[in-house]
């Protein structure tokens, strides 16, 4: 008799990322020995696998979509998840699938695509998805999720960590010592890569998705009145826990901003790109800044895309001159795997039924499971 894969020890749990970038697919295949929350973990593999133009094209504008085209795009997700994971040739007992976002409006509806039947079926196990809903329905922001894995991760007896994620929405997660009694706390700063790659979109006709280095942005010098213009976006008066997507930093907002400052030569564009980059470093600094003072932390812990925006990591670093800031670098998690190892590890928490959600963190009532688990040959998720 096959033992169920809720008790097998180790747990081999694939963990899917793709975020509001929309660059491709994040996989970490992580083993997780133990139980309860702190379960020993062994990373056996991970990678990135890039999207065809058609996701990145649908999922960078994805509030434009219509909801013919949303179905389409979740069945031919789902579809494109199973076969090129099948490539992989890869070992595994659970998938956990963050699922690209659509649309997310908490307090009232989130909705993440790619359906999870077709890898259930494809390669016989449980499917692990939704995973922000939950939150949502007890009247929770859904977001961030990624506190718990810092929690998990960086927690030291009787030093602070700050935990910093740059996708194209940067958030920021606070994990006190184990040695104070203080809430985590985390929550959306705005904007990280999104505006910029908007903006090199723009600038290089469509050959550049992302500014390299950030080379382009370094050629730039600081627009005052943009920058003034951008820091008056009511989100960054909104006391956390808050979250942020395309709904306030899309193509409806960088259109606006476009139309008020359109450059007329290389050098405004190149001014543009520069201020935009020294408003996702000051935004996330000013939310460190505001931080309680019974929290002291001395090192931000980096991970996502952005940390390989050299520009943007410079003008951190001179907002934040009193912090050491490096990216992350533990026992295989890294700053470009930590998101997919992190959707691995909630995966695990479900399959234990442990909450995946800190109330201090989304708002929500209480502490929850979160995910829904799709099996083969279910007629409906569970």
């Known amino acids: 008799m096959t033992t169920p894969v809720f008790d097998l020890s180790p747990l081999r749990i694939l963990g899917l990322m793709t975020g509001s970038s929309a660059d491709g697919l994040d996989l970490c295949l992580v083993e997780f020995s133990g139980a309860g929350v702190n379960p020993d973990y062994k990373i056996t593999f991970s990678t990135e696998l890039p999207y065809p133009k058609e996701f990145q094209t649908?999922?960078?504008?994805p509030l434009v979509l219509t909801d013919s085209q949303i179905s389409a795009l979740d069945h031919k997700l789902g579809l494109w998840f199973a076969t090129e994971i099948a490539e992989l040739d890869l070992e595994f007992d659970v998938i956990a699938s963050h699922g690209q976002t659509i649309k997310h409006e908490p307090p009232t509806f989130t909705l993440q695509i790619g359906k999870p039947s077709f890898m259930a079926e494809e390669f016989n196990v449980p499917v692990i998805y939704d995973f922000r809903t939950a939150d949502i329905n007890?009247?929770?922001?859904?977001?961030?999720?990624?506190?718990?894995v810092d929690r998990y991760l960086f927690q030291q007896d009787n030093e602070d960590i700050l935990a910093l994620n740059i996708g194209?929405?940067?958030?920021?997660?606070?994990?006190?010592?184990?040695?104070?009694?203080?809430?985590?706390?985390?929550?959306?700063?705005?904007?990280?890569?999104?505006?910029?790659?908007k903006a090199i979109q723009v600038y290089s006709k469509g050959k550049l998705s992302y500014d390299p280095n950030g080379t382009i942005a370094k050629k730039g010098k600081l627009n005052?009145?943009?920058?003034?213009?951008?820091?008056?976006?009511?989100?960054?008066?909104l006391t956390p826990p808050r979250s942020a997507g395309q709904e306030q930093f899309g193509l409806d907002y960088f259109s606006l901003m476009m139309k008020n400052f359109y450059p007329t030569n290389d050098q405004q564009f190149k001014d543009i790109i520069f201020t935009l980059t020294v408003l996702s470093a000051k935004t996330i600094a000013d939310s460190v800044k505001q931080l309680p003072q019974t929290y002291q932390p001395h090192t931000i812990l980096i991970g996502g895309g952005g940390y390989f925006n050299t520009t943007l990591i410079e003008e951190l670093t001179l907002e934040l001159p009193d912090f050491r800031i490096k990216p992350v670098n533990l026992k295989g998690v890294n700053e470009s795997n930590k998101e997919a190892f992190g959707f691995a590890y909630l995966g695990y928490l479900r399959i234990k039924k442990l909450p995946g959600n800190i109330p201090s963190v989304t708002g929500a009532s209480r502490e929850l499971v979160l995910g829904n688990i799709y099996s083969s040959g279910d007629l409906s998720p569970r």
């Open 58 to 61: 649908a999922f960078r504008n």
């Open 138 to 148: 007890h009247g929770g922001q859904g977001a961030p999720l990624i506190p718990v």
């Open 168 to 197: 194209g929405i940067a958030n920021l997660t606070i994990v006190p010592a184990r040695n104070k009694v203080l809430p985590i706390l985390a929550w959306d700063t705005g904007p990280g890569n999104t505006l910029i790659d």
């Open 224 to 237: 005052h009145k943009l920058l003034k213009y951008l820091l008056a976006h009511e989100f960054y008066d």
